[in-house]
């Protein structure tokens, strides 16, 4: 079946401009992840939904960053007046309630010039 | 906070035996993780380990131990499609939100 997918798959944006970035996870899938991976680096965690409720947003690296999951399903991550230190690949993933894999997305890269 | 400590970089011979440790040191545990990572491409999931032990599934086997916060990855029989990064993840709680090393780069020479 499909698998969990990201859009865009690239984004270049200019400092100060407002990004959004899609998670469709695998259907029927309860929990969904948003990670940010640095350049050389593992993903580092941002923030965690089951079914519509956000449960843990300690990851968020600041008021800029902002999710939602409004029907339990599609999830959106918004970056406002993005800053360089944005830069990096946005991971999601999905899973099944209460199991422990988790099944990635191919990530956005975003870059902010 | 969390640390998660693995070699930056491995390389092996195609056939050859590879061995990527992880140590940790997180504020809880529910289990250890090893993910691969194609350059590009998003990481699939290879292992888990929640208790002690040695889990073999195919030409990958992962180890863990609780008490000395330390697993490794085994990979045997290597494959040039085996280049690749491999993540070692904690999960420090029942969520199961990861908390990741900065990955082992592992070369498959011929």
């Known amino acids: 079946g499909a698998g969990v997918s990201q859009s865009p798959r690239y984004k270049v944006a200019k400092r100060g401009q407002d990004v959004a970035l899609r998670c469709d996870p695998i259907s029927g899938h309860v929990s969904l992840f948003w990670y940010q991976q640095a350049l050389g680096q593992g993903p580092e965690f941002l923030t965690y939904?089951?079914?519509?409720?956000?449960?843990?947003k300690s990851g968020l690296p600041s008021d800029r960053f902002f999710a939602e999951r409004p029907e339990g399903s599609v999830s959106t991550l918004k970056i406002q007046r993005t800053q360089q230190e944005d830069s990096a690949v946005y991971l999601c993933?999905?899973?099944?309630?209460?199991?422990?894999?988790?099944?990635f997305g191919p990530g956005t890269r975003l870059t902010v010039t | 906070g969390q640390n998660i400590d693995q070699p930056t970089e491995m390389t092996a011979t195609e056939g050859a035996i590879v061995q990527i440790n992880c140590t940790y040191q997180t504020s809880g545990f529910n289990g250890l993780f090893w993910y691969q990572q194609h350059a590009g491409e998003a990481p699939t999931f290879l292992s888990y380990n929640v208790l002690d032990g040695l889990e073999e599934k195919g030409r990958f086997s992962s180890f863990l131990s609780r008490s000395k916060g330390y697993s490794y990855l085994l990979l045997k029989e290597l494959q040039m499609k085996d280049s690749a990064s491999y993540l070692c993840?904690?999960?420090?709680?029942?969520?199961?939100?990861?908390?990741f090393g900065a990955g082992t780069t592992v070369t498959v020479r011929a």
């Open positions: 939904f089951q079914n519509e409720a956000q449960l843990d």
């Open positions: 993840a904690v999960s420090p709680t029942n969520d199961y939100k990861l908390s």
């Open positions: 993933a999905s899973s099944p309630r209460q199991t422990y894999e988790q099944y």
